[in-house]
């Protein structure tokens, strides 16, 4: 039987998201109001130029982070740039996390993948799914609420 991958989105948390926006919407306020008050074309012009792309990358890879369930692997895609694969008969438990720290995750209720060469953050949007899926290919994982 040939099983086709199956995706899993990341589960987008609004605190996140919130955060995100906290933090590029003062800077873009910034750059972009003096340019308003006295408004120059050609600045105006090289500011989209530089914000435009900013913007786009950022909803790119909050809206781009996706696991997928490939035969033997799971896979950690981060859009198009980075993607980690973790053996799944490596894994040996899933623990429910809301650990800070950076990951691929855009939520801050998290999984945390304990596997043979570490452990990884990732909040899939469909988390009962997900782990039922990784447990019918592993029976051996444990997964703590």
Known sequence: MNQSPILYRSRISPIIWGIVWLIILPILFVTVRGEFSDPDLLNIGILFII?????????YIMFGIHYVIDKNYLIIKIGKFTESKIL????WSINRSYNLTASPANSLKRLQINYTNGEVLISPKK????????KSLNSTIKFSN
């Open 127 to 134: 988390e009962r799914d997900f782990i039922k899926h990784l």
């Open 88 to 91: 799944i008969k490596d894994i």
């Open 51 to 59: 914000w435009i792309p900013i913007l786009a990358f950022i909803l």
